[in-house]
């Protein structure tokens, strides 16, 4: 299965001159999946970086223009652009110089993928919020809602 | 000296097709110079986009190969914000969802090139 | 700040045929569309242009107009400067 996905955002990554990088991640950066070629640069691919647009994200939509779905940023030698496709958060690293609407036109194409993820994603948390109710009984929501906050 | 009335008259130059306001911050995130329709809380939404502008800033030093952010352009279901940097102060054009982000971007980048040198001879002097 | 391309496009929307216009920037963002045209076109609209530059170079002088044709309509698309512009025509 990941292996099928992964040809495939590999496919749809070069149908973009100088794209470099796909990846999906849950709200707080984690990865779930990615492809990247040679040229992207290890450190974009990690959590400290993926998870400032999950914190950026939720700023944003606190500006009163209603909730936040994409930030762009052009940097001198690389583009980022991040889509809040909730649960989940979908990235593209670019060159400065690719094609910034072929990456947005790219969203389409992933939409049935980021939509089996989020089924998962949302499956898992409910199993473990399941298991977690199994396991502590008396568990209050108190301790449910801190819980929440981190499996979704 | 700067004078405050022009600098507003030259905001207000990208406030047409759907752009509502055009906002000039200092790097704390504080308004300095405002121009636009409606009373919409400019302030809020200015120390917002100064914070998303230094964490994407900080972030792609950090990670992206010491890169330097050149503009950012967000997009909410009822609106657009694009921030560029001129001189050591932050630019900001916020606008309707129906402006497009090349007509954005473009704006903004043409406002930035042209108040940058005005607006470096402030600040180093 | 835009007033010029907005009247240049509206005088090319207002052609007997034409049923839309847009014009992309450099990084194939969508500057300003009229009329009926296919939702987040621009990207391709603008990639469409560079690749068909790269196929019949030509220094200095002007860039190939793109015509595709199919049994709803056409699109023409060329690029000028930094801004590549799509005209769509019903046949």
């Known amino acids: 299965m990941t292996e099928d996905l992964k040809s495939y955002l590999n496919k749809q990554m070069a149908t973009v001159d100088n794209l470099h990088a796909i990846a999906i991640t849950d709200r707080d950066g984690v990865v779930i999946i990615k492809v990247a070629n040679q040229m992207a640069p290890d450190t974009a691919l990690r959590q400290a970086f993926l998870s400032v647009f999950g914190i950026m994200t939720e700023q944003a939509s606190k500006m009163g223009m209603g909730n936040n779905s994409k930030i762009i940023n052009f940097y001198d030698r690389f583009q980022t652009v991040q889509i809040n496709a909730h649960p989940l958060l979908l990235h593209f690293i670019a060159d400065r110089d690719a094609n910034t609407g072929l990456i947005l036109e790219l969203e389409h194409a992933l939409a049935d993928v980021l939509q089996d993820i989020s089924k998962v994603v949302t499956m898992i948390a409910q199993v473990r919020r399941q298991a977690d109710a199994d396991l502590f009984p008396g568990d209050n929501t108190i301790n449910h809602c801190i819980r929440s906050r981190f499996i979704y | ?125 | ?91």
Not at chain 2, 52 to 58: A, E, L, N
């Open chain 2, 1 to 125: 000296m700067l004078k405050p009335r022009a600098l507003s008259d030259v905001l207000s130059q990208a406030n047409t097709g759907g752009i509502g306001s055009t906002l000039l911050l200092n790097s704390e995130g504080s308004l300095l110079a405002f121009s636009g329709f409606g009373d919409k809380d400019a302030s809020a939404a200015g120390a917002i986009a100064s914070n998303i502008w230094t964490s994407f800033q900080k972030s792609g030093q950090l990670s992206l190969d010491d890169s330097k952010l050149d503009c950012v352009l967000v997009e909410c279901k009822l609106g657009k914000i694009a921030i560029t940097k001129v001189a050591n102060l932050l630019l900001c054009l916020c606008s309707s969802e129906n402006v497009s982000f090349g007509m954005l971007k473009t704006k903004i980048t043409a406002m930035s090139t042209y108040l940058e040198e005005p607006l470096s001879q402030i600040a180093s002097s």
């Open chain 3, 1 to 91: 700040m835009e007033n010029t391309l907005e009247k240049h496009m509206e005088e090319a929307f207002r052609i007997p045929g034409v049923t839309g216009v847009l014009c992309t920037e450099s990084s194939g963002l969508c500057l300003s569309s009229k009329g009926n045209v296919p939702r987040q076109c621009s990207g391709s609209i603008s990639a469409l242009a560079s690749q068909a530059a790269r196929l019949c170079p030509s220094q200095n002088g002007p860039t190939p107009v793109i015509c595709l044709e199919s049994e709803y309509g056409s699109v023409l698309v060329k690029k000028t400067d930094n801004i590549t512009t799509a005209l769509f025509k019903s046949s």
